[in-house]
């Protein structure tokens, strides 16, 4: 009952929102998880021309999305809902459908579709600006990732060319087989488990629009030729952040070489980097710091 208590005044709370319309309104996950969705409903219900809407990791469904889109699809410009497993892809493509001013959108890969791509991509919605996909998964095998075709994500580039199109990965090495077999027009990428030296000679060849790179634990395989691959495809390259990989210090330098003083961010754990028969890692600093026209050293844990 006391549980039931403090649902009801945040219930109350949130209801103090409903009548101011046209706000930035950010739903946490204040209330129990059972009150949640009839709450959100409530407030969908009585909400006009709201903007912004930022439902992650909450229990929202379809039928909570589709009042959201009855009342508001002429106001909705962002809405991010990683992580909201009640959602399916109907329940995003009806969004997409009817709210054509919507410029930002986070979502999780498995509700991302070709049917959805080509909906923001159609003539009368507006220019996407931003495009958050987060494949994740708990266990390994546990879902099986579909790809997206070609033309899909060229429809979504013909219409919105200036898109940020960022993907996180948290996925087991051997679920990544649907992803980066065509050209994806991905721009921030984000591998925060392990993923695979074949995965990455992928990206160097089918990411063309790729500006930053952040790679966790690969194993135990020097990255080098897939790098150099990258550094030589990848012209828009900016950032990149490595550890918990290898590189052999020459392949390193020869990366930094190629993209030169357009790596504006370059973060590589110490670590990483493998001393090999041309250069010790005393001098990987100096060498990278001529390319890149600034001081540079790799990045060290602090030792507490
Ligand atoms: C929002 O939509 C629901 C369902 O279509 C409707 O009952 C409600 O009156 C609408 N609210 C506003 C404020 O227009
Ligand atoms: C690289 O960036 C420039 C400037 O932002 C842009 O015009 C160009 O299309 C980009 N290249 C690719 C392959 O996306």
């Known amino acids: 009952m006391k549980e039931h208590g403090v649902c009801q005044s945040n219930f109350v709370d949130t209801g103090s929102f409903l009548f101011l319309n046209n706000i930035f309104i950010i739903l ?29 990791d909450t229990s929202v469904d379809d039928l909570s999305l589709k009042i959201l889109v009855a009342n508001n699809s002429d106001t909705l410009r962002l809405l991010k809902m990683s992580s909201c497993p009640h959602v399916s892809s ?14 930002e959108l986070a979502l999780n890969y498995y509700i991302l579709s070709d049917e959805l791509l080509l909906a923001l991509s159609s003539e009368t919605h507006v220019n996407l600006e931003h495009l958050r996909i987060d494949a994740v998964s708990e266990n390994p095998g546990q879902i099986e990732f579909h790809s997206i075709k070609k033309q899909s994500w060229d429809a979504l580039i013909k219409h919105s060319p200036g898109v ?23 721009t921030h990428l984000y591998f925060g488990r392990s993923v695979s030296k074949a995965i990455l000679g992928r990206i160097g060849l089918n990411c063309p629009r790729l500006i930053e790179l952040v790679v966790c634990a690969n194993g135990l395989q020097t990255l080098d030729t897939e790098l150099i691959c990258i550094a030589e495809h990848c012209k828009n390259l900016t950032a990149l952040g490595l550890s918990e ?55 060290v844990l602090p030792v507490w």
């Open 164 to 186: 940020d199109v960022v993907m996180y990965f948290f996925l087991y090495e051997e679920e990544f087989e649907a992803f980066f077999k065509e050209e994806t027009p991905v």
């Open 28 to 56: 946490f996950l204040l209330l129990c998880k059972s009150h949640f969705v009839s709450a959100l409903t409530v407030v969908f219900v009585n909400s006009k021309s709201l903007s912004s809407i930022k439902i992650e």
């Open 245 to 299: 990989c290898e590189v052999s210090c020459s392949a390193f330098i020869e990366f930094v070489r190629l993209c030169g003083k357009r790596l504006t961010q370059l973060s590589v754990m110490e670590d990483v980097l493998i001393p090999d028969d041309e250069y010790s890692l005393d001098k990987v600093h100096t060498e990278v710091a001529k390319h890149l026209g600034r001081i540079w050293f790799p990045d």
């Open 90 to 103: 109907d329940g995003i493509l009806c969004v997409a459908d009817h709210c054509q001013g919507l410029r």
